[in-house]
């Protein structure tokens, strides 16, 4: 079946990106303007550009392309190519420019009240780069994922690069972004990780299995979360967990001094000088839920 | 494996077909790398595969092409199409995804995902009674794959009214190996799962003139769950080797259980912006979603076992389950943004969540031939257990803040914020082991303040920054959570116009203490990062980074053998040292990184990773990439985890 939809896709791609017959004048006919690419080269591989979309015509980038970011460049063009008389976006005055059509106030997005808000530090120049994005780097990112945020969150891209268990960044599929979104606020409720489209932490868009509900879900996930056992980036220990052993894990909290913290009941009785209680979850095996088993046996 | 091999080697073709027919009309770009990989573990295999699982055999190790139709939107079903593949191989890549981008300005984008990972544990020192006998490894081993597909289609993009349609596919399935508990003993069983989660979801875009714009999304989602598992052959023994109650009665000779869960949750996710000026936006969101699963199980085993809570020893036990739990949560929001000047702005609102989760269990369970410790009265004994519980929680966060974006070379931005949970737990009598409250039902309350703020300066190329975050809590829910909670983060950097030098050195620290008498929880984190970056010729880059790490984190429990006080101590301790170059001698390129890491702390251990990647193009269009890689991981002690793994891959590239 797959190889048929491929093929299927193929045919469709080869009729699909043939040329119309309804081609419009090239931008080149009207020579009475010169166009930017006459000189600019960046401006003839812009053809291929996310920002060109629609509005190219026979290969070639009109002028109207160019000016939304760099202006009317009539006085440049008529000065000879002086780069005074163009407008060039940098820092964080540059960025505005980006705001103006890309303006992300919508949902927990924003680029005004989000830690990565366009400041002078950190604007959209900062991690896009408009004209020269290479092949490999979608949304005009300047570098891969985990090179850009790690510029800045070098301890945390260092994690993913040296712990033995963590998430593969930079492969399969999973980038920083997968989890975090860059244009986040931390506006009433928005977090710095994303959420699923039913509101829940982002960790179960991947581990479906563990969102239940349960009939005896476990406190730590329902009235905590994912992180109340495991490290989101990569762990020194197995299975991400935040303790090197799992009993340890467990007795801080199911320890039986006072009431009134979650786990402190039920207690732990068991003998801890045995290797069979040492892994808790040896018999405590539906850790994140049970449907039949109060004492998440089974 | 061969409808693998034939989707895959078609997406490359198909790659390719699109280069050589679609060149001359289209603009297009491509690379591909294609090759075999040589993989050689020396040491715990098991272990390795655990950690990194990179194998030998084919592997199409990166695909992007980009084409797009120079003529605009004048004809043609499409004007763009990218496809992204990455480290897809037939079992060798951990990790593959791949992901196609396409459409025509204006009139619709489709995107379609496709991800998988492989999932592989087999530990020696986890769940791993045996562990000090030297055998490995633990019983709880799983060989999973997870296969993640997902579609959007959007209608009429940029326009006032945009239809989505969308739909995603979430597989994991494989064996494994798990432990079950019964009658005083474990026993190790062999697990099939195959878990499976669909959603289909219709929407409306809507953007009316920039003013007001928004999304409303409608979605239904499914979830099937089969979880089969049976005795280990052979391992009717169990883990207790001692006798119980003076006989030696703890075997199995069969034991079988199925379960199936279903789950169904509609949902629907609305989000709403007006824009009343450009400095003055507020934001709507509205989320909801009703999950409801039904399970069933059966169970059924053979053997000789005991039973504490019973008073007695049976011969076998069969069990039928019926459950049904839900989870109806709904979470509103309304945020404002106002920008009083240009660069400052203020933000400031209000989310409430709130969630009811219930559940309800059947349970039949009938004990064959169950006999009292004393010998009398052999017959089965049945026990139905009908059990309900509920969780009533409600959230409440607000928040007012400012961000400075710019004075001069100077932002700013700080926020409060109080967040509070009020939870409601009502557990079922089965599962209050000591008293009735008390960590295990009645309500938990919880507030936190926060305070945030952080300062940058950024001019010529200098840039500074300091974070500080001060959490204040009224009162713990574990006994692991904080009362007051500060974090500080620094970091100063340098870089040059032309990036030929970069220079960066960052200080995290959080300390989080929870002061009860009966807890005394205190953690702190520290970390210092260095990093340096020289390009002393456009050709040649250098890089390098150290980085110290330090957790101590220390909360008092009752030890369970002889119910004393006493401190848990985990301590993460060490450094990490990196270092590389990058040398781009056109048709040759040369990368290579290598890192050391050390963890002296509880868990003791040493990583040490070599890699380097050399490319040549031999002609324009084409060469190949060779890539080796090496890394070797050592525990303090036990060493039955150490492992030696080298790679070797050479890959044919192609860039027409």
Redesign the interface.
């Known amino acids: 079946m ?2 048929l939809a ?2 299927g ?2 045919l ?13 004048a090239p931008a080149g006919a009207d020579k009475t303007v010169p166009s930017c690419s006459d000189c600019h080269d960046q401006a003839k591989a812009f ?2 550009n996310a920002h060109a ?8 980038v009109p002028n109207k392309v160019c000016t939304p970011c760099h202006g009317d460049g009539t006085l440049h063009i008529d000065a000879g190519g002086d780069r005074e008389k163009i407008m060039k976006p940098v820092g ?1 005055c540059g960025a505005e420019t980006c705001l103006d059509c890309h303006d992300q ?4 997005k ?1 680029g ?2 989000s ?1 990565h ?6 604007n959209c120049l900062t991690c896009h780069s408009i004209h020269s994005s290479e ?2 780097a ?1 949304n005009l990112l300047a570098r891969k994922q985990l090179d850009l945020c790690g ?2 969150h ?2 945390q891209a ?1 994690l993913f ?5 963590g998430h ?1 960044i930079g ?4 980038e920083c972004s997968t989890c975090h979104e860059p244009h986040q ?6 977090e710095i990780t994303r959420q699923t ?3 829940e932490i982002v960790c179960v868009s ?1 581990h ?2 563990k ?7 476990h ?2 996930g ?3 979360n994912c992180m ?1 056992c495991h490290e989101p980036h990569a762990s ?4 991400r967990l ?5 009993y ?1 894990l467990c ?3 199911h ?19 045995t ?2 209680y ?2 808790c ?3 405590h ?1 539906a850790i994140h839920g049970s ?2 088993s ?2 998440l ?2 | 494996m061969r409808r693998t091999l034939i989707s895959r080697l078609s997406l490359v073709t198909l790659g390719a077909f699109l280069a050589a027919s679609g060149a001359k009309a289209q603009t297009t770009q491509m690379e591909l790398e294609v090759g075999y990989r040589w993989a050689n573990v020396t040491g715990n295999e098991d272990m390795y595969r655990s950690q990194i699982n990179e194998r030998s055999g084919f592997l199409i190790r990166s695909f992007t092409l980009s084409t797009n139709d120079p003529n605009g939107a004048t004809g043609g079903f499409l004007d763009r199409f990218r496809v992204d593949v990455t480290d897809l191989g037939f079992g060798v890549a951990p990790a593959g995804a791949a992901r196609i981008d396409m459409g025509k300005t204006g009139v619709y984008r489709l995107t379609l995902g496709y991800r998988e990972t492989n999932q592989y544990s087999a530990l020696p020192g986890f769940a791993n009674p045996l562990l000090a006998q030297g055998v490995i490894p633990g019983q709880h081993t799983i060989d999973r794959t997870r296969k993640m597909f997902d579609a959007n289609l959007e209608l009429l993009p940029g326009k006032m009214i945009t239809p989505i349609v969308g739909y995603s596919w979430n597989q994991n399935k494989g064996p494994g190996q798990t432990t079950y508990f019964l009658g005083q003993d474990e026993f190790r069983m062999n697990q099939d799962l195959k878990e499976t989660e669909q959603e289909v979801r219709v929407g409306l875009g809507f953007n009316f003139g920039q003013v007001v714009y928004g999304q409303v999304l409608q979605g239904w989602r499914q979830f099937k769950g089969t979880d089969t598992t049976s005795l280990v052959p052979g391992a009717g023994a169990g883990n207790n080797a001692g006798p119980v109650l003076d006989q030696t009665v703890v075997s199995a000779t069969s034991m079988n259980q199925t379960g199936i869960t279903n789950v169904n949750t509609p949902f629907t996710n609305v989000n709403v912006t007006a824009a009343i000026s450009k400095r003055f936006k507020i934001t709507g969101s509205y989320i909801q979603f009703n999950a409801t699963q039904d399970g069933m199980s059966g169970e059924s085993d053979a053997g000789s076992f005991t039973s504490f809570k019973l008073d007695r020893f049976f011969s076998g036990l069969s069990q039928s389950v019926s459950a049904n739990a839900g989870n109806k949560t709904w979470q509103g929001a309304g945020r404002a943004e106002l920008g009083i000047v240009e660069g400052v702005d203020l933000f400031g609102g209000f989310q409430r969540e709130h969630r009811v989760q219930s559940g309800t269990s059947l349970i039949d369970t009938i004990y064959l031939q169950s006999l009292t410790f004393g010998g009398m009265d052999k017959k089965d004994l049945e026990v139905l257990l009908n059990t309900q519980n509920s969780l009533d929680r409600t959230s409440d966060v607000w928040n007012t803040g400012v961000s400075v974006r710019s004075v001069g070379p100077l932002a700013f931005r700080g926020e409060y914020r109080e967040t509070s949970d009020h939870t409601l737990m009502t557990p079922d009598l089965s599962e209050i082991v000591v008293g009735s409250t008390g960590g295990q039902g009645g309500p938990v309350d919880r507030m936190v303040r926060t305070i945030d703020g952080n300062v940058t300066f950024s001019m010529s190329g200098f840039m500074a920054m300091v974070a500080y975050r001060r959490d204040s809590a009224s009162a713990p829910v574990f006994r692991t959570d904080f009362i007051d909670r500060d974090r500080y983060r620094g970091r100063v950097g340098y870089g040059t116009p032309g990036n030929e030098i970069r220079v960066g050195f960052q200080v995290e620290e959080t300390n989080q203490s929870n002061d009860y008498t009966a807890t005394a929880f205190s953690a702190k984190n520290r970390q210092y990062t260095g990093d340096l970056e020289i390009a002393p010729v456009p050709e040649l880059r250098l890089r390098g980074s150290l980085s110290q790490f330090q957790t101590n984190s220390t909360v008092i429990y009752r030890i369970p053998q002889n119910l004393t006080l006493d401190n848990s101590l985990n301590v993460e301790k060490g450094d990490a040292y990196e270092g590389g170059l990058s040398l781009n001698l056109a048709p040759i390129t040369f990368d290579m990184a290598l890192g050391r890491f050390e963890n002296r702390g509880t868990n003791a251990f040493n990583i040490e990773r070599y890699r380097m990647n050399l490319g040549w193009d031999i002609v324009k269009t084409a060469g190949i990439v060779a890539e080796w890689a090496r890394d070797k991981y050592r525990e303090a002690t036990p060493s039955l985890g150490d492992f030696d793994a080298t790679r070797f891959g050479l890959y044919f590239r192609w860039r027409p």
Do not use: D
């Open positions: 797959r190889p491929t093929g896709l193929a469709l791609l080869f009729f699909g990106l043939s040329p119309g017959t309804a081609g419009a053809v291929s979309r629609g509005k190219t015509s026979q290969g070639e964080r106030t919508k949902g927990c924003s005004h009240s830690k808000a366009n400041s002078e530090a950190v092949l490999k979608p510029s800045c070098a301890s260092a690069r040296n712990k033995p268990y593969r492969r399969g599929g999973m606020s931390t506006n009433a409720g928005c489209r039913t509101g991947c479906a299995e969102k239940g509900p349960f009939v005896f879900p406190g730590a329902s009235v905590g109340t020194n220990n197995a299975h935040k303790r090197a052993t799992v340890q007795m801080e909290c320890s039986p001094i006072t009431g009134g913290t979650l786990g402190s009941q039920p207690p732990s009785f068991h003998n801890l000088l290797a069979r040492q892994n979850t040896t018999c095996t449907n039949r109060p004492q046996v089974r």
